[in-house]
């Protein structure tokens, strides 16, 4: 997978730098800033992602703004057009691989964390956008806004759930493990003794980490049948104790 993401990130600077053949009357420059264009309107819902607010009207005034720009250029507006929907179709086939081979490729902790990377290429992305001229006041960054915090909290909502977000340590995720085995083997090993497990590995100041640990004991009652028997209950909390000291 991050051998397929490395190729998927030299095709787009392949494809960002390589010159294009430019159209009749079009200069190279032009067709370079169509192309950046495209590429920050495609960007955008990325950029909200990693926390940053966009215009409602983003799309409208994004356009509306080039048209004044272009409309300064000796070239004929429906070569404009052309190229403009040109640029947004590549630019969009460019996302939608890198997400694509993100989510098909990652079989491993490594690669599922190479997440972070991936979003952090798109939020320099965003970074430029909002010192462009056209796109300064429709995507705006926080107060205090740094693109390594914001990469970290988007990656980590979203591996979360598999237990490799960046806070959830070796212990963390022992105790997340022993919370689902408070679910799932409570009917099992009785309520009192799941209520016990819950006290005991259930507990955090970190907001985060009751969070998960909430959503790991539901898992684990919504799906009983994980583990079948009394007896290998016992054995897991057991395995699972040594894990979370």
């Not at 991050?2 to 990130?9: G, N, V």
């Not at 966009?54 to 509306?64: C, G, Q, V, W, Y």
Request: some cysteine.
């Amino acid at each position: 997978m991050i051998r397929l993401l490395h190729t998927a990130a030299a095709a787009v600077t392949i494809m960002a730098l390589a010159p294009l053949e430019p159209a009749s009357g079009q200069t190279q420059a032009q067709q370079d800033r169509l192309s950046r264009v495209a590429q920050f309107v495609v960007t955008a819902p990325m950029c909200e992602r990693l926390g940053m607010s966009l215009d409602p009207d983003l799309p409208t005034k994004a356009e509306s703004a080039l048209q004044q720009e272009t409309g300064a250029w000796n070239v004929d507006p429906s070569t404009i057009e052309r190229l403009k929907g040109e640029a947004v179709t590549r630019q969009g086939a460019m996302l939608k691989t890198d997400l694509e081979t993100v989510s098909e490729g990652a079989k491993t902790a490594p690669q599922l964390q190479a997440l972070k990377g991936v979003l952090l290429g798109y939020g320099r992305t965003c970074m430029a956008a909002v010192t462009d001229p056209i796109f300064s006041h429709l995507i705006l960054p926080p107060p205090g806004y740094d693109l390594e915090t914001a990469a970290t909290t988007a990656s980590d909502a979203m591996l979360q759930a598999g237990g490799l977000a960046s806070w959830q340590t070796p212990r963390i995720q022992a105790h997340g493990d022993m919370m689902m085995l408070a679910g799932t083997c409570r009917s099992k090993i009785g309520a009192a003794r799941s209520d016990a497990l819950m006290k005991e590995f259930g507990h955090s100041e970190d907001a985060r980490v009751r969070s998960y640990y909430s959503k790991s004991f539901d898992e684990g009652l919504a799906d009983p049948t994980i583990i079948a028997s009394v007896d290998g209950c016992t054995r897991a909390i057991q395995q699972t104790r040594l894990k979370a000291r």
